[in-house]
């Protein structure tokens, strides 16, 4: 059980203030561990889920940098029950995703492990909270990506080949799960209209990126090997959810 103390309280309000005003939030790897009750050793042991990821082979660009799996939840805020979905497809429809949509891409699912520790409930609920806090759902899917891109001398990584996009979702995350021999990798959140809301650089197990996607767009630059010898990966964990 995670205690809400006067500090994770104001970590909520300071999320749920910036997503109700202008759309998008970052929270930072301390604070966001106080507020999902995820301790270093936890993170540690959820990013080893990171090294059975499968390669993406749906990359409209050819490129062979990015690893993912995926799954969906249904969760009920009143009573807290979080389900898995049967696994599926995922999609996006084309006027959402120009690069990837339009097309039914199956990847294979979340493993057990995944799924089974504490720390997916953890964060899904914790998000769910702020979610439902700023627009008052009391139902969510939430699709769960758990994404690892990988930069060589010959190949740099790409986090969104598909430039500054939505997803076509209500609330989109990005939560940092580990970076190695990597540079580059900044995220920005964006108006409708090309303003700058939000710069960072998640650089620590955490670091999370909140943005409402309903009136926002992201993108994340390329990521480049920091010792050109050897290469290097960014492993995010991107939880989108949808108000039901």
């Not at 966001?32 to 995820?38: E, M, N, R, V």
């Not at 898995?84 to 990837?100: C, I, S, T």
């Not at 139902?139 to 990988?150: A, C, F, L, Y």
């Amino acid at each position: 059980m995670i205690i809400a103390t006067e500090s994770v309280r104001d970590v909520v309000l300071a999320a749920t203030k910036d997503l109700s005003e202008s759309g998008a939030h970052l929270v930072r790897h301390n604070d966001f561990s106080s507020l999902t009750g995820i301790s270093r050793d936890d993170w540690a042991r959820f990013s080893e889920n990171w090294e059975v990821l499968q390669r993406d082979p749906y990359m409209a660009d050819g490129g062979t940098y990015r690893y993912r799996r995926y799954g969906q939840f249904e969760l009920e805020m009143e009573s807290g029950d979080l389900i898995q979905l049967p696994h599926g497809p995922y999609r996006q429809e084309a006027d959402v995703n120009k690069l990837h949509g339009g097309v039914d891409r199956v990847y294979e699912p979340l493993t057990a492990t995944f799924v089974s520790g504490p720390v997916l409930r953890n964060l899904l609920v914790s998000l769910a909270e702020i979610f439902t806090g700023v627009d008052g759902t009391k139902k969510w899917n939430i699709k769960v990506t758990p994404v690892r891109t990988t930069a060589t001398k010959d190949q740099v990584g790409e986090p969104t080949p598909e430039g500054r996009h939505r997803d076509g979702v209500t609330f989109i995350t990005s939560l940092m799960i580990g970076r190695s021999n990597v540079t580059g990798g900044e995220s920005a959140v964006y108006t409708e209209d090309g303003e700058l809301l939000v710069t960072t650089t998640l650089s620590e197990p955490g670091d999370i990126l909140l943005g409402d996607d309903r009136r926002t767009l992201h993108a994340v630059t390329a990521v480049r090997p920091e010792d050109g010898g050897e290469p290097g990966h960014r492993d995010v964990l991107v939880m989108a959810f949808t108000s039901l």
